[in-house]
């Protein structure tokens, strides 16, 4: 079992900066992903950014790419969201999801390196936490 803890977030003006992070905590492996994914009022749950936690490869949605950041302290098994030039409709519910390889390294990297923007994909997930963006 693995368990995620979100921190961060809170409310900021359009235009600022926030950062989140996420530590997992359990057995962890040496080759997984964590990723974010945000989920807005009525909304179903987007995927934000994920990074290889052995590898740092990243992945970023294109409605925040060159804006946030994501970053990874393999050490601590902890992942950041660095957020920049925040606007309204990045208000939401962001969450921390890992994905865990069920079988060996290489074929879960395969298969994960074209499914990770899909929720079925991750095994764990954090409670949430807030995020509002004010115009």
């Known amino acids: 079992q693995v368990q995620l803890v979100e921190s961060g977030g809170g409310l900021v003006q359009a235009g600022g900066s926030l950062s989140l992070s996420c530590s997992a905590s359990?057995?962890?492996?040496?080759?997984?992903?964590m990723a974010w994914f945000r989920q807005a009022p009525g909304e179903e749950r987007e995927f934000v950014a994920s990074?290889?936690?052995?590898?740092?490869?990243?992945y970023y949605a294109d409605s925040v790419k060159g804006r946030f950041t994501i970053s990874r302290d393999s050490a601590k098994n902890t992942i950041y969201l660095q957020m920049n030039s925040l606007k309204p409709e990045d208000t939401a519910v962001y969450y921390c999801?890992?994905?865990?390889?069920?079988?060996?390294?290489?074929?879960?990297?395969?298969?994960?390196?074209?499914?990770?923007?899909?929720?079925?994909?991750?095994?764990?997930w954090g409670q949430g936490t807030q995020v509002t963006v004010s115009s």
């Open positions: 999801a890992a994905d865990l390889p069920d079988g060996r390294v290489e074929a879960w990297w395969i298969h994960y390196s074209s499914s990770y923007y899909y929720t079925q994909e991750y095994d764990y």
């Open positions: 990074i290889a936690m052995s590898g740092g490869s990243t």
């Open positions: 359990g057995r962890t492996p040496y080759s997984y992903a």
